[in-house]
């Protein structure tokens, strides 16, 4: 029956497509589908997971369960598991190629493995199972039945179908099938982002995350030359379709160009289970945790050894001023689903280093204005505008053409311009170089208008900001020569990089091993919101502690990828959004280590204590902030002497401690607890709920029927547990439903049947 299916298509193929196709199908028409499901994708290979890639394929079900799933191919059942979280019911075939599939989430195996599995559950007495079998166990011919599509484990039904090479690494399962699904449509570009790298990077002038809006379209060139200086990554958010599904899939491949070389190429073929966590360097893990979305880098970090990237160096990918000749750039990228189907991005950038404007005369004579400004580059033109308010500057013209002077790399121009003596007008002068890259603005405040007002600091630091490696202050500076001020300033602080941002307006950064070994300027950049802030440079074991010094956070060498400010902080207790609901009830402060979008590599130990006060810990327990679910328990290590919590966590987040003593609560669906339930199928239903510290492993639940452990089906996301019951069970029984929270509050019911 299969065969014939199989020959025709192949008759078909051979007949209508172009000989291209004929290789790969060649290859892989040896596979059969795994399910009569649907042929339509929910999710494709690679796509982002937190902290994992997706390994497999998922196939459409309908939102249904009970589809059969094939064997793809000749083979045995080598693995198969059982659980109530993550994959559910799985099963792994070995092919006679070598290659294992797994397919998951399924309602049953076939009966003789259902059967097999249940009676070692039983005799166990474990719901969840991890067997291990020989090949002469179940052997499986290709086309037979596996079992049947469910929605056991994470997820709305679906299959997951897993291929895995012999060395047990996930591969593209779409490479057996390009004939399968039918896919022309494009993928479809949303969101670019180009993002800083470094404490004196800037793109177009300013220092924040360029984001520009690509609407959805395939093919976008991008009007707007940008400009660079420094170094800069760029992320871009995009998604794909199939024919016939509305579901979101990423890409498959991508390759970036600057001038025509390749400096960038993703494929996504393979990967190793041993470091998907690597996924946070391959999407932008910030703005992934900002809930920007999910941007592709397309740039590689040296410790980024994951295998997707062809011939991309080790930190390639980065547009850098440094490694670039000044001037016009032209970038490509190209995206592919895995049916070639392609989309297109490119633009231009100017790289270069504007050049800093400073002034040395600033008078007025006879109602013209006399200025030398001097550059720190040579100036193909100067243009000057003035304003009263900041947003709208018009250009005014010189009253002659400027007198430039030559000295020592550096470039002087004298001119003039007519000036209103009577107002308080502010000048605005900005220079281009011959490369084309603007200068930073140079703001005048002519010296002769007496009306001005300079309040007596002359300065206010209006926002702080900490980067990776470097703080940034955004300062409203109210000085006559604001440049000469910020220069004064720069030769007391070492690599401070400063620039305009408008008038009055500046930005300064500062490298963070600047300020470290400055106790002083480190004070003053903490102040009193901080309790503890270190720098993470992968060289030593070191740990913040909070304030009240019940909290602690430790750091490893290897604890994270990139080096690092890291810092610890008291949250308001009293915040609305951070409060926990009666009958639970908050013990102690809420400790927030930042920065939250930094992504982790091996983990950062982190423990508090409950104050001295605090006697009774029942049901305490850590927790940690989400920000959709609220707060999430972690399990931890207790030591009871000092009613102290430990955890390795494997992102920064916000943490505390929070008092659960209610047990779960056991309801039949049927009808009240307790009293006598009746079925005429056999399968009867519970609700399983516990709020607050919930329940996380399977054997926190035990079903007793006439006293014997009794096989069950416990879905934590719909929190039901289900069982089915014999003829003679159905007719006498009584039935005992046990569970414990993860703090260890029980709760047991007893029901009878008849
Ligand atoms: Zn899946």
Request: net charge neutral; with cysteine; hydrophobic share 35%.
């Amino acid at each position: 029956m299969h065969k014939c299916i199989i020959c025709s298509r192949i008759i078909f193929l051979v007949l209508f497509l172009p000989s291209f196709w004929l290789t790969i199908i060649a290859q892989t028409s040896d596979y059969l589908w795994p399910t009569d499901a649907s042929t339509a994708m929910t999710s494709s290979f690679c796509e982002f997971r937190p902290r994992h890639y997706h390994a497999a394929i998922d196939i459409k079900t309908w939102n249904r369960t009970g589809y059969r799933i094939f064997a793809i191919q000749d083979g045995y059942i080598m693995r198969v598991r059982v659980s109530a979280f993550g994959y559910g019911k799985a099963v792994y075939l070995k092919l006679k190629d070598g290659n294992i599939v797994v397919y998951a989430h399924l309602q049953r195996f076939m009966p003789a493995l259902e059967t097999y599995v249940d009676k070692i559950r039983q005799s166990q007495e474990q719901y969840s199972v991890d067997l291990h079998l020989t090949p002469n166990q179940f052997p499986i011919r290709k086309g037979q039945v596996l079992g049947y599509t469910g929605r056991t484990g994470i997820g709305v039904p679906h299959l997951h179908f897993e291929i895995r090479n012999p060395q047990s690494k996930p591969i593209n399962p779409l490479q057996f099938y390009s004939d399968k699904i039918t896919d022309t449509i494009s993928p479809q570009l949303y969101e670019l982002a180009l993002i800083p790298q470094e404490y004196s990077t800037l793109i177009n002038f300013i220092q924040d995350t360029l984001f520009v809006n690509l609407q959805l379209r395939s093919n976008v060139t991008l009007l707007d030359t940008i400009q660079i200086s420094g170094k800069v990554g760029l992320a871009l958010k995009s998604w794909d379709r199939a024919n016939g599904a509305t579901n979101l899939f990423s890409f498959y491949r991508a390759n970036m160009w600057i001038d025509d070389s390749l400096v960038y190429s993703v494929q996504y073929d393979l990967f190793s289970y041993a470091n998907t966590e690597l996924i946070e360097l391959d999407k932008n893990f910030s703005l992934w945790r900002k809930q920007i979305g999910i941007f592709h880098n397309f740039y590689r970090y040296p410790d980024n050894r994951l295998p997707h990237y062809l011939n991309t160096p080790d930190g390639g990918g980065f547009l850098d001023t440094k490694e670039l000749r000044d001037g016009i750039h032209h970038l490509k990228i190209k995206l592919f689903d895995f049916w070639n189907n392609p989309a297109e991005l490119d633009f231009y950038f100017r790289s270069g280093k504007p050049a800093q404007l400073s002034y040395d005369l600033n008078k007025i004579v006879d109602n013209n204005l006399f200025l030398r400004i001097q550059s720190t580059k040579k100036l193909a033109n100067i243009a000057i505008f003035k304003t009263k308010n900041p947003d709208s500057w018009s250009a005014i013209p010189l009253s002659d053409k400027p007198a430039v002077l030559d000295y020592k790399e550096n470039f002087y121009y004298s001119f003039s311009i007519p000036v209103d003596t009577s107002s308080n007008d502010e000048y605005m002068i900005q220079g281009t170089d011959s490369t084309g890259m603007h200068t930073f603005p140079l703001f005048i405040y002519p010296e002769e208008s007496s009306s001005r007002q300079i309040n007596n600091q002359g300065f206010s630091v209006r926002k702080r900001e900490f980067k990776r490696n470097w703080i940034s202050l955004v300062a409203d500076v109210y000085q006559n020569n604001p440049t000469t001020f910020l220069n004064g300033l720069k030769r007391q602080i070492n690599n401070l990089f400063w620039f305009p941002r408008g008038s009055h307006d500046y930005q300064l950064n500062i490298p963070i091993q600047e300020i470290i070994s400055n106790p002083d300027l480190l004070k003053s950049v903490m102040g009193p919101s901080i309790d503890d802030l270190k720098f993470c440079d992968g060289s030593k074991d070191f740990t913040l502690y909070s304030q009240d010094s019940l909290y602690a956070a430790r750091f490893k060498p290897n604890s994270l990828y990139n080096q690092s400010i890291v810092y610890t902080s008291l949250l308001d207790t009293a915040a609305e959004m951070y409060a926990v609901r009666p009958p639970y009830r908050r013990v102690g402060n809420i400790y927030d280590l930042q920065p939250f979008d930094e992504p982790i590599k091996d983990g950062v130990q982190v423990s508090l204590e409950a104050p001295d006060f605090y006697h009774n810990l029942k049901g305490l327990g850590l927790y940690y902030w989400d920000f959709k679910k609220g707060w999430l328990f972690i399990p931890s290590q207790i030591d009871s002497s000092i009613s102290k919590f430990s955890a390795t966590v494997t992102s920064l987040e916000k943490f505390t401690l929070i008092q659960d003593t209610i047990p779960p609560i056991i309801a039949s669906l049927q009808q009240a607890p307790g009293a006598h339930i009746s079925s005429q199928s056999g399968k009867i239903s519970f609700t399983l709920k516990d709020e607050m510290s919930g329940i996380q492993r399977e054997y926190q639940i035990v079903v007793r029927v006439n006293g014997q452990w009794h096989l069950f089906d416990y879905d934590p996301e719909e929190d039901t547990i289900s069982l089915t019951l014999s003829n003679q069970e159905m007719s006498q029984a009584q039935l005992q439903i046990e569970a414990v929270d993860n703090v260890g509050n029980r709760t047991r019911q007893n029901f009878v049947i008849n």
